[in-house]
């Protein structure tokens, strides 16, 4: 690079941008736990929407992982048009749900009439970054991504770009990869017995 503080400011500039596009591109990817949130909602009874304002928590529609209802482990499923007419829903128990236009709701039930509570797991973004923040998130995936980039636009080394290219798809696989090692139950418990009864088998 050439010196001096006005060419170090700008590529601070560029580089920053590289880094949000990075996390942008990453977050979108996986659920990755450090965004992800399990918290349970009242529903209005009315309107099939949640009582509570929701923009800070739920910014996107596609940051909804699972709906359960209240008090079991069935999951409320997505809203398909082509083979439900919702209007014929009928009852107060939450069956599908879809896009609400309201920003501070984000999405609604269907019957509307749904009453009760939800429990939700969710995804909040992080607002963008300014140069003062801490990411939370994996700093080789983000720097080796940004190497990646800022080596691809100056274009003097293709040698350089390739294998920071390289670096970052591996260590992102290597995230992923981690995501899948928690052991996962096929048959959840929802409660532990609080007594346990020993048979003496024959001698």
Do not use: C
């Not at 014929?88 to 009760?116: C, M, N, Q, R």
């Amino acid at each position: 690079m050439v010196a001096g503080t006005g060419v170090q400011i700008y590529a601070e500039d560029v580089i920053g941008d590289m880094i949000q596009h990075k996390f942008d591109v990453l977050f979108d990817e996986a659920w990755w736990p450090q965004f992800l949130t399990f918290q349970q909602f009242t529903l209005d009874g009315t309107n099939g929407q949640v009582t509570t304002d929701v923009t800070n928590l739920i910014k996107r529609f596609d940051d909804i992982r699972i709906i359960y209802r209240t008090g079991g482990n069935t999951p409320v499923t997505l809203l398909s048009p082509g083979s439900t007419n919702p209007f014929e829903l009928a009852g107060t128990t939450p069956i599908h749900y879809e896009s609400d236009p309201a920003v501070d709701k984000v999405f609604h039930v269907w019957p509307k009439a749904s009453t009760g509570s939800i429990v939700m797991q969710y995804r909040t973004k992080p607002d963008t970054f300014t140069s003062e923040d801490t990411i939370n998130f994996d700093d080789q995936a983000l720097i080796l991504g940004s190497v990646y980039d800022f080596a691809e636009d100056d274009g003097t080394n293709p040698n350089a770009t390739q294998k920071f290219q390289l670096l970052f798809e591996a260590r992102v696989k290597q995230l992923k990869n981690n995501l899948s090692n928690a052991p996962i139950s096929l048959d959840p418990v929802t409660s532990l017995p609080t007594s346990f009864s020993f048979v003496e088998l024959p001698s």
